[in-house]
């Protein structure tokens, strides 16, 4: 068997949107799914935009495709977004419990 069927059916999960180096890494591993609670954009406002710089520099984009044949990436707090209030509450007191 191909060695990426090992993770067929699981997903990734991540703190911080991945990186060039990591979510080649995620990709070329054979995750199909992969989730992130802070994106690019929440570390930039902290003063960390190094992701996007290089995003930039390199690619001249301001993030990768995150739905593509390889992988499909997904924002944990932009989901959160979506849902009722209290769900909204239960879900931020869980991600402020993993911080």
């Not at 979506?82 to 239960?90: D, F, G, L, N």
């Amino acid at each position: 068997p191909r060695e990426e069927a090992r993770f067929k059916g699981l997903c990734f999960l991540c703190t911080h949107e991945p990186c060039c180096l990591c979510i080649s890494a995620i990709v070329w591993s054979g995750f199909k799914k992969q989730f992130f609670l802070y994106s690019y954009e929440s570390t930039k406002d902290q003063g960390i935009p190094h992701d996007l710089n290089i995003l930039y520099e390199l690619w001249q984009v301001p993030c990768y495709a995150r739905n593509n044949k390889f992988t499909s990436s997904c924002h944990i707090l932009a989901e959160i977004e979506k849902c009722s209030s209290v769900e909204q509450r239960e879900l931020l007191a869980t991600v402020q419990r993993i911080n």
